[in-house]
T-cell receptor
Framework: GQQVMQIPQYQHVQEGEDFTTYCNSSTTLSNIQWYKQRPGGHPVFLIQ?????EVKKQKRLTFQFGEAKKNSSLHITATQTTDVGTYFC??????????????FGKGTLLTVNP | DTAVSQTPKYLVTQMGNDKSIKCEQN?????MYWYKQDSKKFLKIMFSYNNKELIINETVPNRFSPKSPDKAHLNLHINSLELGDSAVYFCASSRWDSPNYGYTFGSGTRLTVV
């Protein structure tokens, strides 16, 4: 079945350092989504990338979708303590009609030392 | 004004019992899901319903039975609970007619089987 791999599993940084998490799918994706889950919370949708090679920015966060639509990355510039949480990528595939499936990577837990 | 609400938030029960988790969304979304998040934070799709019709049924024991009385509700009934069922169960909903929408998750139900 379709798999979405995400690395690293954990990342600890000093406040102000940059952070990147990478996502790779075994199959071509319709789109890739990114979510953030704070400790004890629920996944919250951040962004969706649809086009090959797409790059989107949200303040200090930069999201990229690979040319082959099989890989993606999330980069955070100058991390802050509010960035703490688990970042998940999720790849969307469609096997016909309304049969969409969103498969999550295992997430990267980011901790930030103030 | 909660968009996706799940009840109960916590559920502690003994092995062998039967329990239900309820989910309701007021976003007007067409599709609803159940995800299981294990102790390692891995989010795995269990079921997906589109307009009350079962779309995705992953390899889940048939002790788990979803029911969707209408497109705003998706409940999960679990028979003969086992220790391995302990996890956080998230309900989510989505729509597909806009490129900028992802999934909206409920706050989760932490199930502990003792």
């Amino acid at each position: 079945g379709q798999q979405v791999m995400q690395i690293p599993q954990y990342q600890h940084v000093q406040e102000g350092e940059d952070f990147t998490t990478y996502c790779n799918s075994s199959t071509t994706l319709s789109n890739i989504q990114w979510y953030k889950q704070r400790p004890g919370g629920h996944p919250v949708f951040l962004i969706q990338l649809v086009k090959s090679g797409e790059v989107k920015k949200q303040k200090r966060l930069t999201f990229q979708f690979g040319e082959a639509k099989k890989n993606s990355s999330l980069h955070i510039t100058a991390t802050q303590t509010t960035d703490v949480g688990t970042y998940f990528c999720a790849g969307l595939t469609n096997s016909g009609g309304s049969n969409y499936k969103l498969t999550f990577g295992k997430g990267t837990l980011l901790t930030v030392n103030p | 004004d909660t968009a996706v609400s799940q009840t109960p938030k916590y559920l502690v029960t003994q092995m062998g019992n039967d329990k239900s988790i309820k989910c309701e969304q007021n976003l007007g979304h067409d599709t609803m899901y159940w995800y299981k998040q294990d102790s390692k934070k891995f989010l795995k799709i269990m079921f997906s319903y589109n307009n009350k019709e079962l779309i995705i049924n992953e390899t889940v024991p048939n002790r788990f039975s979803p029911k969707s009385p209408d497109k705003a509700h998706l409940n999960l009934h679990i028979n003969s609970l086992e220790l391995g069922d302990s996890a956080v169960y998230f309900c989510a909903s989505s729509r597909w007619d806009s490129p900028n929408y992802g999934y909206t998750f409920g706050s989760g139900t932490r199930l502990t089987v003792v």
